[in-house]
């Protein structure tokens, strides 16, 4: 007679291996987002702030600082995984230059739109992303100050891409909405 049920050190390795896959394949996810160029004016637009929303809404907090952690372990490593890396350096000659306070921000918020979101509905998620960006645009504008003129800093750091950014917060929103009223759905049927 043989127990196939699993043992808990079993079932907490699976989780574990489980949950260092999703990291693994979230920061490889994260590098293909800060790659990916969409034209836009005044400046190209990458899709970072829709990995970090995603992550975020998706996993809750410890997964979603955890795969950036990693994304921003990857990038102090010398590895070009950030946007316009090699171009404009790797490592952290790229992460103390003029972007460095967008990670940090980025860092913030998958924290805290994890948080903020955990068992919201989409309304409660679209808050807590637009509340997500404060840090995002208030570390990074601060920071971006080493670089840019004070007065030129928001038309620099923050103008050029709060549209781009509330457009992508939408596409999270709908995004999650469909997939819980799809899997909902899917639930319902299977019982």
Known sequence: MSDTTASPV???????TRTALTVIVGAALMTLAAKV???FWPVPMTLHTLAIMTFAVAFGPRIAISIFLTYLAAGVAGLPVFSGSPERGVGLAYM??????YLLG???ASWLVG???LGKGTFGRVGAMLAGMLPVYAIGTVWLTIYV???RVLTVGVMPFLLGDLVKIGVVATGSALLTT???GFRV???
Do not use: H
């Not at 079993?10 to 574990?16: D, F, L, T, Y």
């Open 10 to 16: 079993e079932g907490r390795i699976a989780i574990s």
């Open 37 to 39: 160029q969409v034209p």
């Open 96 to 101: 103390v230059g003029p972007t460095g306070g």
């Open 106 to 108: 980025y860092l913030v």
């Open 115 to 117: 948080r903020l979101a």
């Open 149 to 151: 003129p004070v007065d």
């Open 182 to 184: 799809s899997l909902t």
């Open 189 to 191: 049927k299977g019982k």
